[in-house]
């Protein structure tokens, strides 16, 4: 973010940057051209650059705004500041605009979400009261039924940033306007414990699938409860108790999938499950399935090869039977995510809806794949679309106040964007060419986008890498390793898992793998992923642009999960990835600081207190102020005063100035008043003295 030039003097409140902290406030002690030495409240005494320098504002409330649109500075380190002093007194919500930003407490605020709350949200304004999603779903419920406007709101965050969370407040809010009410059954434990046993569960830490990172156990988090709160929130939404029993059924189906192990069968280069306890997760499996289990082993063991009229099965070693078992397993979920999501329909008599997008954040790895390269395409189609809706929302302000915005420049991302999908010549398009041609590799493969791309600003290889490259996103720097690209972005359906579920005496699970006569020939025809999901986040695009937007970025302030921990480098990173500071880069193209008319009357008066002692309108006061300081850019709109990037620390920095005028003026004066009744004691004192000397002098002459 660029720092407006500003003319710090000794005694300024700086922000400066620091390598452990992202930032640290203190107080300007030396001025020496353009280097400043700044004395930090931590103790540290650094030295820096006046451009690398952010001014701070002496008047911020202790405990942080509501909106940080009413910052006096709107930059970096003002925002991370607020947030934390808003976190550190359990404010966890915070508008930037209309954007809600959510910092995750972990720990239970109950208070937050009662239905009081709820009744106290019901058709207030937003903005009315404190920051929450239950404002946001008030918002987005009134616009569509007042404006006939459908509406989508997107929850964004990384893992562990409480997204979940605020969807599930977001449907809460939405059902409790909807009038569906809780439906109480048997016990949570009952229900739990129930499922647990037919589908034969244990502790996540047991699952293959489940335990390659770490399992916490977060304290306050009554798993069955949410578990139970789950199973109510798919009723909510359409979803019956015998499609939700089958997707359970499903999951756990997988779950035991995943501890299926392979060893060495008996003849060459072929395999069996390893053991009696990976025969049980078998046995389960085929249950869940409602499969034959020999066909089950036979479908992760062997392959039948089609030749001219003639099948050949081929046996697979362990290796590559733990290959198909995760590629049964991935196109099962896969499957099963997509009819989930089309059971979650609408309905469709319905003119409008509300659609609530809960989708991963922007991912940067110290390995990253071709997951993380869809995902961040994602957000890079999300942040451009979020950037238009930030600059249309900028725009309708600067409307509303009858100010000149024409100059404004709109910078996007549509240069990313073109990198990785433009067809033909994108990344993507190079890498479904790739995977068409037998001879490709991954090194192929990079070798064609450093020849491709060499030029592009946006795109860079590494120094000591061959097949890896670098995108320059909007959120950073991302290497990807080239490494799986090819067979990840092959959408083959194993013939032998298509018909084996396709024949499941479960309902649910054959109509995941319907038959065609395409399926029913032992032959796959390449489909690209990457390609696919292109397009559906095309369609998804072409969604969103047909409804009225709302946004909530989660933030997690810490890795640890605990409360009261607030990193500054790792929330700061999430706003940069969540778009944050994009969005108010995009409002310091324009006019970062507004301040309504009575609030920079109040604060500016004493740069010329003959206009603003009630002689003149406020819109008046504050013109003659501006012209006052001399300043140039502004803008004075219907209700507020509009100020360009760094002319606010500017008019303070008269202020201070002023002040420090007024300071020695008024030191003058009570130092000359002090010295005057000084010098009159004084003066007294003499004379009450030289009246005692001349009594004495007398008194000794009477004597003699």
Known sequence: MQVASINYAVGSLVWVEDQDESWLDGEVSEVNGEELKVNCTTGNIVVANASKVYPKDPEAPPSGVDDMTKLTYLHEPGVLDNLKRRYDINEIYTYTGSILIAVNPFQRLPHLYDSGMKEKYKGAAL????????????????????????????????????????????????????????????????????????????????????????????????????????????????????????????????????????????????????????????????????????????????????????????????????????????????????????????????????????????????????????????????????????????????????????????VDNQDVLDLIEKKPGGIIALLDEACMFPRSTHETFAEKLYQTFTNHKRFSKPKLSRTDFTISHYAGEVTYQTDLFLDKNKDYVVPEHQELLSASKCTFVASLFPRSSEESTKSSKFSSIGTGFKHQLQSLLETLNATEPHYIRCVKPNNLLKPAIFENSNVLQQLRCGGVMEAIRISCAGFPTRKPFHEFIDRCRILAPEFSKGSCDEAVACRKILEKVQLEGYQVGKTKVFLRAGQMAEIDARRNEVLGQSATVIQRQIRTHFFHRWFKQMRQSAIWIQAICRGIAMYSLINK
């Open 127 to 410: 903005g009315d009261l404190s920051p929450h999603p239950f404002a946001i779903a008030d918002s987005a419920y009134r616009l569509m039924v007042q404006e006939g406007i459908s509406q989508a709101i997107l929850v964004s965050g990384e893992s562990g940033a409480g997204k979940t969370e605020s969807t599930k407040s977001l449907m809460q809010y939405l059902a409790f306007m909807g009038g569906t009410a809780d439906a109480e059954g048997r016990t949570v434990e009952q229900q739990v414990l129930e499922d647990v046993e037919r589908f034969k569960l244990d502790s996540p830490r047991t699952f293959h699938y489940l335990n390659q990172s770490n399992c916490y156990k977060v304290d306050v988090i009554d798993d069955a409860k949410e578990y139970l709160t789950t199973r109510r929130a798919m009723d909510v939404v359409g979803i019956g108790a015998h499609e939700q029993d089958a997707i359970f059924r499903v999951v756990a189906a997988i779950l035991h999938l995943g501890n299926i192990e392979f060893a060495k069968g008996s003849e060459p280069d072929s395999s069996k499950p390893k053991d009696d306890k990976s025969r049980s997760h078998l046995r389960t499996a085929a249950e869940l399935f409602m499969c034959d289990e020999q066909a089950l082993e036979d479908s992760l063991c062997k392959r039948v090869i089609v030749t001219r009229g003639e099948s050949i099965t081929k046996n697979l070693d362990p290796d590559a039977a733990t290959v198909s078992r995760d590629a049964l397993a991935k196109i099962v979920y896969s499957r099963l995510v997509n009819k989930i999501n089309s059971s979650i329909g609408q309905d469709p008599e319905s003119k409008y809806l509300i659609g609530v997008l809960d989708i991963y954040g922007f991912e940067t790895f110290k390995t990253n794949s071709f997951e993380q390269f869809c995902i961040n395409l994602t957000n890079e189609k999300l942040q451009q679309h979020f950037n238009q809706h930030v600059f249309k929302m900028e725009q309708e302000e600067y409307s509303r106040e009858e100010i000149d915005w024409s100059y404004i420049e709109f």
